[in-house]
Every structure is written in structure tokens, then in C-alpha cells.
């Protein structure tokens, strides 16, 4: 006969055994691009190692018949959903791994407005010529089959012997196909020019301007949207001068010479502004605005960060991506009517004032393919500017570290998750820059300190 503590043992140690399951690790997903392999052929996502288990099963989506993929074939740059339990910090066992049969097309086919002209000539015999596009570098050779016209003649075209440029393609559309080669430009097989995007597509819509003005009462300075004499919405600029000039002058930097000569011809200004607001956030408007958080600016730890950040909003506008999302993804663009706010009031929720205007993907992040389009734009112009472009990933990793957001992102215009947006532009740099030594390139600048020190301490969240 059992005694009552041996009883009461037993009782509690069949108690702690039912309730084993509630305290399992909860199953989730963890989507993001392969950054590596390990020796032991786990898959790396950034920082956080996939642990490949004899039962982990591998799902394919859209695959031909008879075409079968295997866990082995999932290379660097393959992008993968993965569901399975968190083992420890920066472990993940992998139950099951889901992808898409298209990404193994070795084709690139892609699209993007021109945001400079080609610069000299190449043979069509010898050398080719050089295109910078989308972020990428696009190589034009005997094997490229060019269309779209300017004037009667091809746009791109050869001509005893050399490629030939047009002079009126700044602003045009570039659709392009090819193939990545071990330099990490991209053969192009078919180039194509489109038209430019339309006059309207960097209004904000609903006759709306934004005007940089002060608070009647206060004499703050503040930007407010407007509409005709109606004032619909407002926003406090964050009250110290270094900070607002440091990012202005940072910003116009980034600006391509060529777009900003065509966009202000057309009366498109490209304006920089950062606001009080606490939430890690940056967004662009149709019109050349870009907003700034105090938060964001907070969350950085150097220059070379703000500048991928401002160059990818800076993409967003040279692109037309407000625009393009209507037409292009087809995304329904409901305006509603927005009523004359009171002076004095202040936009609580941007997010839900953008919806208002029709603009929601701005707060909200837009497709894929737009915002990696950014991305690929943004890291390209850090290079250009002489800019570390590792920082641009290393951003999403301070962000996974001190807010959170593997599987959503609650950060920085929920721009997808920081790990997928983070893991696509580690796999960008090793695709394009394969041989890249970025040892030499700014990472921070005393500046960018100056600015921080001004600044003074602000909240993010």
C-alpha cells in the first residue's frame, strides 16, 4: 500500500505529464530567403539556423509533372516558408518546407522606369553595353533582341557595329529578361521600352497638397495636407533644426540627378521631413514627401543605414509604385471623402488617414516585387554613393533583436517581415556583388553623429 506523500507524488507527477503538451513549443512559420548553408547542410536564414530532420518534408508548389525537387536542391537564394518549433535562440526545426517551382527558372524577368541614361557606347561585336536598371546592372550583346521604338527607330539599337542610345529615355519603362551571369550582371535576352508613367501618377489624389507651414497658435512648425483651403489632416515636425537639415540634405543627395532634373519638370519635389512619432517607420507620398519618424532615426546606429532607408523611399517614388500598384497588381483605389479637420487637430493614425486617400499599401508596404524592387534600387545607390551595402540587411537584424518581427513585421511600414526583407538583400549583395570588398565603404559618419547628439534621446516602438 502506497503512502500518502508517495500517493500525493505520483498525483502530481501524472498532473505534470497531462500537462506536457500545453507547454510544448507552439508550431509557427518562418519565411525568409536561404543566406547560407551550414556544414552540416542545415539552411541559414540570416541568423537563424533550419534544422533539416530525417521527417522534414519538403512541398512544391506548382511543379511541372514529373519534375521532383529534394531538400539538397533548396540552394542560397531560394525563398522558402518554413513550419516547425523554435529549439533555442536562432534554432528552428523544420517539420515541413513549402516553395515555389518558378523561383528555380534561371530567367530574370523584371521591369522598371529608367532612371538614367546609359552612359557611352558598345559594339555589337565585342563589347557590350552596360545598362543600369531595377537596381541592376543589365548587359546588352549580340544575343539581345531590343524593341520598342522612339522617333520611327528603335530605341536601343545597332548600328554599324556600336549600340546606339536613344537621348529621351530618362523616365521611360524598361521591361528586361535575361540571365545572371558569375559576375552578377544580368545578359539580357530581350529588352523592351515602354512609356512613361502619365502626369498624374505622382499626385497624391483628391486635389490634395501637402505644405510645410506653422501652427497658428503655437508657431510650431508642422506639414499640413491640404485641400484647397480645407486643412484635412496634420503632422508635428520634430522641433530641431540639425535634424530636419541633416536628413534634407542627406536625401538629396541620394535624389538621381537625372530623375530629380525630369520630376521637377514636371513639378515633382523631393521633399524630406521627419515627424514626432514614435513608431520605427519611413514612408514616401506620390508627390516626392518622405516622412521620417523620430522613432526610425532612434533605431539606427549609422549612416550608412539612414541612407538605404531614404534611397529605398526615394525608389518608391522614382518608380511610381503608388501608381503602379493601382495598375499593375490591379489593386482597387477607393477614395473616400475626407472631411475639413478641426485647426487644431493632428493625424493620430497615419496608417488609417493614408487609407482614407486611397493610399494604403504607402503605410502598409506594397507587393513583393515592388518593395524588393526598392530594395535592389536603394542598395545599388549605397554603392554608388560609397555606402557599406551589407548595412542594408544588417538594418532587419537590429530590428529582429530589439523589436521582434520574424513573422510580421510591425516595423518600418510593416514592409513585409524584417527577416524576409532582411534575407532578400544579404541574397541581392552576394548575387550582384559576388566578388564585392566593401572594406573601403562609409558604414557611419561624424554627421550622422552630429545629428544623433542633437537629436537627444527619443522613444521607438
Not at 548600328?159 to 540571365?179: F, I, P
Not at 537639415?245 to 532634373?261: C, F, N, Q, R, T
Amino acid at each position: 500500500m502506497l503512502g500518502k506523500t508517495t500517493k500525493a507524488a505520483m498525483t502530481l507527477a501524472l498532473l505534470a505529464a497531462a500537462f506536457v503538451p500545453c507547454f510544448a513549443a507552439p508550431r509557427v512559420k518562418l519565411r525568409g530567403y536561404i543566406t547560407a548553408k551550414t556544414p552540416e547542410a542545415d539552411l541559414k536564414i540570416l541568423q537563424d539556423v533550419v534544422q533539416l530532420r530525417p521527417d522534414t518534408r519538403l512541398e512544391v508548389q506548382d511543379a511541372p509533372s514529373g519534375r521532383q525537387l529534394t531538400l539538397q536542391d533548396l540552394t542560397p537564394g531560394t525563398l522558402i516558408e518554413v513550419e516547425g518549433t523554435w529549439k533555442g535562440k536562432h534554432q528552428f526545426a523544420a517539420e515541413k518546407i513549402k516553395c515555389d517551382w518558378d523561383q528555380f527558372d534561371k530567367q530574370i524577368n523584371e521591369s522598371a522606369f529608367l532612371e538614367e541614361v546609359p552612359k557611352g557606347q558598345g559594339t555589337g561585336a565585342g563589347t557590350a553595353l552596360q545598362m543600369r536598371v531595377d537596381g541592376e546592372v543589365v548587359v546588352l550583346d549580340d544575343n539581345t533582341k531590343a524593341a520598342g521604338s522612339q522617333g520611327g527607330q528603335s530605341a536601343v539599337r545597332v548600328t554599324g557595329g556600336q549600340w546606339q542610345v536613344g537621348e529621351e529615355l530618362a523616365g521611360r519603362l524598361v521591361r528586361y529578361r535575361g540571365v545572371r551571369r558569375p559576375d552578377g550582371t544580368i545578359a539580357a535576352t530581350e529588352l523592351e521600352f515602354g512609356s512613361a508613367p502619365p502626369s498624374d501618377a505622382h499626385e497624391i489624389g483628391q486635389g490634395i497638397k501637402l505644405t510645410r507651414t506653422k501652427d497658428s497658435k503655437t508657431s510650431i512648425d508642422i506639414l499640413e495636407f491640404q485641400k484647397k483651403k480645407d486643412v484635412v489632416g496634420r503632422l508635428k515636425l520634430f522641433p530641431v533644426p540639425e535634424v530636419q537639415d541633416y536628413v534634407s540634405a542627406l536625401g538629396e543627395k541620394l535624389v538621381p540627378a537625372e530623375v530629380h532634373e525630369r520630376l521637377s519638370s514636371q513639378g515633382v519635389e523631393f521633399r524630406f521631413y521627419v515627424i514626432e512619432n514614435a513608431e520605427i517607420n519611413a514612408s514616401a507620398l506620390p508627390d516626392g514627401a518622405i516622412l521620417v519618424n523620430t522613432g526610425l532615426l532612434g533605431a539606427l546606429d549609422n549612416e550608412a543605414q539612414l541612407a538605404f532607408v531614404l534611397s529605398h523611399e526615394i525608389a518608391h517614388i522614382t518608380q511610381a509604385h503608388s501608381w503602379r500598384q493601382v495598375h499593375d497588381t490591379r489593386t482597387k483605389r477607393v477614395l473616400l471623402v475626407i472631411a475639413a479637420a478641426v485647426a487644431s487637430a493632428y493625424i493620430d493614425d497615419l496608417a488609417y488617414f493614408l487609407r482614407d486617400l486611397g493610399l494604403l499599401w504607402i503605410w502598409n508596404g506594397y507587393s513583393r516585387r515592388m518593395e524588393n524592387q526598392a530594395d535592389r534600387i536603394a542598395m545599388q545607390s549605397l554603392i554608388e554613393h560609397g555606402y557599406d551595402p551589407r548595412q542594408a540587411a544588417r538594418l532587419s537584424e537590429i530590428l529582429i533583436e530589439r523589436h521582434g518581427g520574424r513573422s510580421t513585421s510591425a516595423v518600418w511600414s510593416s514592409h513585409e517581415s524584417n527577416v524576409l526583407r532582411g534575407s532578400f538583400m544579404t541574397v541581392q549583395v552576394q548575387r550582384q556583388y559576388p566578388q564585392g570588398d566593401f572594406s573601403d565603404k562609409t558604414t557611419d559618419t561624424e554627421a550622422f553623429r552630429a545629428m544623433r547628439q542633437a537629436m537627444g534621446p527619443v522613444k521607438s516602438m
